[in-house]
C-alpha cells in the first residue's frame, strides 16, 4: 500500500481500500464537480490524504456524512420553502425566521422566481452544486462556514461562475468594503432589510437574465 502523507487530518495507520475514495470517485457520488469535492477538502469538510504519489485519496466516511446532509436537504417541504419559478433564488442565513420573512416577501411581490433556503454557508454550497441558482442572497456573519467564505469558495467554482450574489449584514457597509473582503462586483444591503431596494435589485437581475 502507498505511503500516505497527512493533508486535512491524520491518516489512520491501516487502510482498508474500501475506506476510501479518487476524487473523481467522491464526486460521481455526491453529485458534484471535481473541484467542488477539492474546495471542500481544502475547507475541511472533506477528509483526505495524498499518497506518496501526490494522488489524494478522500476519507469514505466523510464523504458519507456529505450524503447524509445531502439526504436531509431533500426532505424538507417544498410548499414550506420555495415558490414556483424560472428564476431560482438561494436565501442563505442563519436565522429561521429571517429565512421565512425573506420567502414570504420575496412570495408577495409575484416575481416569476424559485426560492429555497440554507441555514449556513456548507449547507449552501451543497445546494449549489446540485441546484446551480441564478442568484444568492445571503447573509455575512454566520456559525460554521460565513458569507464570506462562502463566497470565496463560490468564486473558484467553475460551475457556479455566473451566478450573482447580494450580501445582506448588520455589520457597518464602509467597515466591510474597506476590509476587502467582498468582491467588487457584490452589492450590500444591510439590516434591517430596505426591500424596496432588494425587489428593485432582483427585477433588473430577472430582466437581465431573460
Request: with cysteine; hydrophobic share 45%; net charge negative.
Amino acid at each position: 500500500m502507498a505511503e500516505l502523507i497527512n493533508m486535512n487530518t491524520a491518516a489512520p495507520q491501516q487502510l482498508n481500500p474500501q475506506d476510501f475514495l479518487t476524487t473523481r470517485e467522491a464526486a460521481e457520488l455526491l453529485g458534484v464537480a471535481l473541484r467542488t469535492v477539492q474546495l471542500w477538502v481544502e475547507a475541511g469538510t472533506l477528509s483526505a490524504w495524498k499518497t506518496a504519489g501526490g494522488h489524494r485519496r478522500i476519507d469514505r466516511a466523510s464523504v458519507d456524512a456529505v450524503l447524509k446532509q445531502q439526504s436531509s436537504a431533500r426532505q424538507i417541504p417544498a410548499s414550506a420553502e420555495s415558490v414556483k419559478g424560472p428564476f431560482h433564488i438561494l436565501v442563505v442565513d442563519d436565522d429561521a425566521t429571517m429565512r421565512e420573512i425573506m420567502v414570504t416577501v420575496i412570495r408577495s411581490w409575484n416575481l416569476p422566481v424559485t426560492v429555497s433556503t440554507a441555514e449556513d454557508g456548507f449547507a449552501a454550497l451543497l445546494c449549489i452544486g446540485e441546484t446551480h441558482p441564478d442568484l444568492l442572497l445571503t447573509d455575512l456573519v454566520m456559525p460554521g462556514m460565513d458569507g464570506y467564505r462562502m463566497i470565496r469558495h463560490l468564486r473558484a467554482m467553475p460551475e457556479a461562475h455566473l451566478i450573482d450574489v447580494i450580501a445582506i449584514s448588520g455589520q457597518d457597509p464602509a467597515e466591510v468594503f474597506r476590509a476587502g473582503q467582498l468582491p467588487t462586483d457584490v452589492p450590500l444591503l444591510s439590516k434591517p432589510v430596505p426591500f424596496d431596494k432588494l425587489h428593485a435589485l432582483l427585477q433588473e437581475r430577472i430582466a437581465a437574465r431573460s
